[in-house]
Structures are given as structure tokens and as C-alpha cells.
């Protein structure tokens, strides 16, 4: 050993760096080997995800408590304001737009004046169809003094000619005398005739007269335009002054008390809605896209008659009284149509339910705090509530936020609404010391 180390002056230091490797290594493996430890000293027994029994913790959620409750039966879907009806106001007569009595955007009543054009023109036109009407009355009197007195002369002349008859076959009077009577009587009869006809014309031409005093009266009442609904005026399309046409628009009033609101629904749904409306007027909710609070209510009036076959829906109108006008032609709004109501529904809320590969399902909270899964039905969701068929029982706790942790036999500690973790007692017990459990908040697990 001796006489090696002499030969090899290098072989201290060659042992020396042999020993300072066999401590890194030593080293290097004790700290690998107490990762290991930690590592499956934190997971536990259980292993997988946290909340298992026998390690990991509880997993922190939010639930809440299926309730037995009655709920609606409701269609909603987006519909649109339509005005009850709506007016285009036309000038019926040419002339100068003497007055307006209203500013845009007015609400008028029907029959309050809007306009009134020049009448003068046709003020006058009456005054001559008056004049001709006393006119032909006077023809009218004249002919039937013609009449009266002609028919007077054939009375008489008549009455001479029989006597005369009576003389000549007596041999009193000639021939001749007797068949002169006879012809003035037989003038006189046609005389009469004529004044008849002359009547009948005077009646023809008075009728005509009467008939344009009526049209005159028209004419005259146009100059003068009322509303002719109750309603809202829009834009004024010529102002005061102007001369107008007949038949140029004025301005369109709509009329918004009452007012409908259109929507379509799915084919499928006529069925039901036809049903339900043989038994009672059902009541229509809209409620404006830009606002939570307020709803407007109405009932349905109208369906219609076929189904639109480009998107297999059907028009339904409801009908508002809209009294505060809140409602407004063209908006698009939320509708809701109630058809029936539901007793003894299972609600729970809407983030409660989840869906995965073979439908829908919710954790339940069991009173040892471990959770399981439940395959539920859902159908109908009201506000924020879904309503559950099959697969769950009221008084149950469900899990509405917190699921992505959760497995099979997960344990859980409730949360509050804010996010703090709540007591660690069975599920419904408030384990808050000192501190009532909030109003309407999640059961205390």
C-alpha cells in the first residue's frame, strides 16, 4: 500500500473524489425518497381526487334544499310591439293648409281637429249649389201652378163640351160649335199632360241641385280634418301654409291603448295552447329587454290561422291595455304565455343540474357529508329553478357550486353565498356559533 502510493502520487486524490461522489449520490437519493414520502403522506390511503375518505380534506361547495312547490307552466320567447292600428291621415281637398292644432309627437283623441285647408273655395261652391237648389224649387212651384190651372180649363171645357153635345142633337147649335168645344177640351187634356211632365223634370232637377249641396257639404267638410283615432301623431310632413293635394299624406297616427304584442311559438305547443284556451282566456307577460322589475299584462286574442312552414312556428297575438304606454310600436320585448300551473313540482336551482354522458344528473349530499351522483329529469326552468320529474326528493341537498371537485364519496363542507366555508354538522344544521343562518341561504353541512 505503501510502496503504491509512492508509484502513484495522483491516488489520494483519485480516492479522495471517489468519496465526494458516493456522498452526492447518498444525498441525492435521500431527498428523491422524502419527496415520495410527502407526497403520499398529503394524498392518503384514498389517492384520487380531494375529499375521499380518509385524507385530502373536505371539498368546499354551495347547495341547496329541493323544495316541493306549485310552479307555472309557461312558454317564453321574444316578441315584438305591434300598434293596435295605425292611420295615415290624407288630404281629402286641394287647397292652403291654413292651421295645424297639434305638435308632433301629440297625443290626440278622436275627433280633436289636426288641420284645416282654405274653405272659402268650397264655402262658396255650397252657396251656388244652394242658389240653383231654390232655383228649381221655384221651376218646381211654377209647373205645378201650370198644372193646377190647365187642369181647371179642362174641367170646364169638358163640362161645355158635353152641354153643347146635348144642343146639337137637339138642333139648337150647329155641328161645327159642338166639335169646336170638343177640341179646345181635348188641347186642354194634353196641356195637362204636359204640365205633369214638367213636374216630374222640376223634381228630376231639384233632386240634382239637393244632391250637389250634399256634395258641396262634403267638399266643405273635408277643408276640416279630425283625428280620426285615439293614438299618437308621428312626423308632420308639410307645415302650416303650404298648399296641398288631394291624397298627400299629413301624418300617421297610431293608436297604442290598447296595443298587441306578436310572438310565434313552436307548432308543437298549438295543441296545448288551443286546450287551454277553451277553458279561460290565457294571460300574456312582457317584459322589456333592458328592464328586470316591471311587466306589462294582457291576454292572448289571437292565433293564427297556419303554421309558417319555413320555421315551423305560429303566430299568437296578446293584447295589452298598455295604460302607462310603456309599451311602445316596433320594441322587442320578453314574452311570457301562462298555460297552466303545476302542483307538487320538485324545484331545485338551475346550477344544481349538470349534464354528462348519460344525461343530466345532480350531487346529493348525504347526512354523512359524502356526496353521490344522481341521474335526474329535468323538464320545465322557472326563472332560475329548473323543475325535476324523476331521480330526486324534496328535502334533499344538492350541490350547486363546487361540482368539478367532487367524485364519488367525496366528504364536503358548505360554503356561504360569499364564498366563506360554513359549519361542519350534518347537511340542513346551522353550525354557525352564535350567528342565526342567513334567510333563503344554503343548508349548513
Not at 226 to 245: E, F, H, M
Request: neutral net charge; aromatic residues 4%.
Amino acid at each position: 500500500m505503501s510502496t503504491s502510493a509512492v508509484r502513484s502520487p495522483g491516488g489520494f486524490r483519485g480516492i479522495a473524489q471517489n468519496r465526494w461522489i458516493t456522498i452526492s449520490l447518498a444525498g441525492l437519493l435521500g431527498v428523491l425518497i422524502g419527496c415520495t414520502s410527502g407526497q403520499v403522506s398529503a394524498t392518503g390511503p384514498g389517492g384520487g381526487r380531494g375529499g375521499k375518505k380518509g385524507g385530502g380534506g373536505d371539498v368546499p361547495v354551495t347547495v341547496a334544499t329541493a323544495t316541493e312547490k306549485t310552479v307555472p307552466v309557461e312558454i317564453q320567447v321574444i316578441g315584438n310591439v305591434e300598434a293596435y292600428s295605425t292611420i295615415s291621415v290624407k288630404a281629402q281637398v286641394g287647397g292652403e293648409l291654413t292651421n295645424v292644432y297639434f305638435h308632433e309627437g301629440d297625443y290626440v283623441k278622436k275627433s280633436d281637429a289636426l288641420f284645416t285647408i282654405d274653405p272659402r273655395p268650397f264655402q262658396a261652391s255650397l252657396n251656388q249649389a244652394l242658389a240653383t237648389v231654390a232655383k228649381d224649387e221655384a221651376s218646381m212651384g211654377q209647373a205645378r201652378a201650370n198644372l193646377a190651372r190647365d187642369s181647371a180649363n179642362l174641367r170646364y171645357q169638358e163640362s161645355q163640351a158635353t152641354r153643347y153635345q146635348e144642343l146639337f142633337k137637339g138642333g139648337i147649335i150647329s155641328k161645327d160649335q159642338a166639335e169646336q168645344l170638343t177640341a179646345n177640351a181635348d188641347a186642354t187634356t194634353q196641356a195637362v199632360a204636359a204640365d205633369k211632365a214638367a213636374i216630374e223634370s222640376a223634381q228630376a232637377e231639384l233632386a240634382a241641385s239637393k244632391a250637389a249641396v250634399d256634395a258641396a257639404r262634403i267638399q266643405l267638410s273635408y277643408a276640416s280634418i279630425p283625428s280620426p283615432i285615439d293614438g299618437r301623431t308621428g312626423n308632420l310632413t308639410i307645415k302650416q301654409g303650404n298648399v296641398v293635394a288631394p291624397n298627400l299624406e299629413l301624418i300617421t297616427i297610431t293608436q297604442v291603448e290598447p296595443i298587441y304584442v306578436t310572438f310565434s311559438v313552436p307548432e308543437a305547443q298549438l295543441s296545448d295552447i288551443k286546450r287551454y284556451m277553451a277553458q279561460r282566456k290565457l294571460p300574456v307577460r312582457a317584459r322589456l329587454q333592458d328592464e328586470e322589475g316591471t311587466e306589462e299584462t294582457g291576454v292572448l286574442t289571437f292565433v293564427d290561422n297556419a303554421v309558417d312552414t319555413t320555421t315551423g312556428t305560429i303566430k299568437l297575438k296578446g293584447t295589452f291595455e298598455n295604460h302607462d304606454r310603456k309599451l311602445w310600436p316596433g320594441q322587442f320585448v320578453r314574452v311570457t304565455l301562462r298555460l297552466s300551473t303545476r302542483p307538487n313540482a320538485i324545484v331545485v336551482p338551475n346550477q344544481a343540474i349538470q349534464t354528462g354522458q348519460n344525461g343530466t344528473f345532480v350531487w346529493v349530499v348525504k347526512p354523512n357529508r359524502s356526496v353521490e351522483v344522481r341521474n335526474v329529469t329535468a323538464s320545465l326552468r322557472v326563472d332560475q329553478d329548473m323543475v325535476v320529474d324523476q331521480g330526486l326528493e324534496a328535502g334533499e341537498t344538492v350541490v350547486t357550486e363546487g361540482q368539478l371537485r367532487l367524485a364519488p364519496d367525496s366528504r364536503v363542507v358548505v360554503r356561504d353565498g360569499r364564498g366563506g366555508p360554513g359549519g361542519r354538522g350534518r347537511p340542513g344544521a346551522d353550525q354557525t356559533k352564535g350567528a342565526p343562518a342567513e334567510p333563503g341561504g344554503a343548508p349548513q353541512v
